[in-house]
């Protein structure tokens, strides 16, 4: 069977059992083919499960919408942080010379990145959509790196299955799938419309998860961990947003 009717099988399958009999059916089929969310046992239960197994079998390729240069916002809204830390202003009147991206777990070679090596790399645009789970967004053109090519400089082992990334705040913390991961798309950005970052947007550097929420693209990235089990991170739900009843998957 080809990998494609194999997947709209398995969808087939996953959407008839939503319909005709319990979500808990499809959430079983989901299982069965390993497209549980992390956060599967929270608040949704075996509606998470469905839209996270349907959307990624659908959606494991598709491209998130990208603008042509005259429809840039002309007022990117910076949503509000929690205020600096005394560390981070240090960072920040240095410069950010000093900022690292510590990427480490199931690779081949842990490294730790200055922003300047991550300027070093084949830089790539993106004009797309920050959209927040308030009802908000604006359309921007993003600098960065493709997150794949840091994958590849590490040598990610296999068997790694999600990227967990920390924010320098403590309780930012957020993690992906390999899916999306290694989509072409998804990017550590260090600039922001023909600009370095600031730091109201993310800056120095940020996650630029465009298939998913706003609260995906975490702020003042600082690390990288490379794993196959989520359940030791936290509380195990895969980020601190389900924790806080949002969804790990939050696809747009
Ligand atoms: N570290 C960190 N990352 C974060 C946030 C935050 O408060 N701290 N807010 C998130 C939310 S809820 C959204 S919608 C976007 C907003 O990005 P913006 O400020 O560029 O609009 O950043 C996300 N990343
Ligand atoms: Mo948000």
């Known amino acids: 069977m080809t990998d494609l009717s194999r997947r709209r099988l398995i969808v087939t399958g996953l959407t008839a059992a939503a ?17 549980v969310p992390p956060d599967h046992g929270g608040l949704y239960g075996p509606g998470e499960t469905l839209t996270y197994a349907s959307l990624s079998l659908l959606t494991k390729h598709s491209l998130a919408r990208e603008f042509p240069r005259s429809n840039i916002s002309e007022r990117p809204l910076a949503n509000e942080v929690a205020p600096f830390s005394e560390e981070f202003k240090r960072h920040q009147s240095a410069g950010f010379a000093d900022w690292r991206l510590s990427v480490d777990g199931m690779v081949d070679r842990p490294t730790s990145f200055s922003v300047a090596d991550l300027k070093s790399y084949p830089a790539q645009n993106q004009i797309t959509e920050m ?12 600098n960065g ?12 082992h296999p068997q790694a299955k999600y990227v967990v990334y920390y924010s320098i705040e403590p309780d930012w913390w957020e993690s992906m799938d390999m899916a999306d991961a290694t989509h072409p798309q998804t ?3 260090y600039g922001m419309n023909g600009d370095d970052l600031g730091v109201g947007n993310g800056g120095p550097l940020r ?7 706003g609260y995906k693209s975490v702020k003042f990235l600082t690390r990288l961990t490379v794993t196959d089990n989520l359940k030791k991170f936290g509380k195990g739900l895969g980020s601190v947003s389900p924790e806080e009843g949002y969804a790990w998957y939050a696809g747009v």
């Open 145 to 156: 790196v493709p997150l794949s090519h840091i994958l590849h400089l590490v040598g990610t």
């Open 187 to 189: 990017f550590l950005t």
């Open 207 to 213: 996650v630029r998860l465009p298939r998913q929420l």
């Open 19 to 35: 319909g005709v009999s319990a979500l808990g059916v499809a959430a079983r089929l989901a299982e069965k083919y390993g497209l």
């Open 131 to 142: 959209v927040c789970e308030e009802g908000w967004s604006y359309i921007a053109e993003w």
